[in-house]
């Protein structure tokens, strides 16, 4: 029944840990010194032995961080460029459509107003100076349009002064 007592006295009686004289049931008198320097050792020791579980953590830590960076590095410049390409085919894709959307309200606009729907053909090339304001040949087909629609109704003469005051 007492078998493990045995064999932890006699493993500590092997390592030096308990005086061989002594018997197996008796207890040691603590003297309140014996205990604080007691306390004081396990604490040194215990401190000696975080501490190194901390520098070593810490040093692991950096090795991990540091592999990692120089590991991503490729991964982050493979995104980088492929991120400035799809931006690059993202504006040229938008820039395409507003070219088309463009041209498809010129050529619009030019049907109508030779059709004499000078109403719409002004919506149209209204339409296309929001895509492309600076375009030379629209803002002379939209000076026309206005000229026409001026002698017909007054209020397209307000947008004819409005539109040469800002744009010319």
Known sequence: MFDYLELEYEVKRRRGLVNPKRKLYE????SLLLLFS??????KLKFSRNMQNVYMSFITLVVVISTTIVLCQPIISNFREYS???TEATSAAY???NRVAF???INSGKNRFLEARISSAYKEFKLAHAIYPENEALNNLLIETL???????NIYCD????????DY
């Open 147 to 153: 000229n026409i629609l001026c002698e017909k109704e």
């Open 95 to 97: 820039e395409n459509k």
């Open 27 to 30: 207890r040691k008198k603590n």
């Open 84 to 86: 400035n390409r799809q």
């Open 159 to 166: 947008e004819l002064d409005e539109f040469l005051l800002n």
């Open 38 to 43: 007691n306390l004081l050792i396990n604490y």
């Open 103 to 105: 041209n498809f309200l």
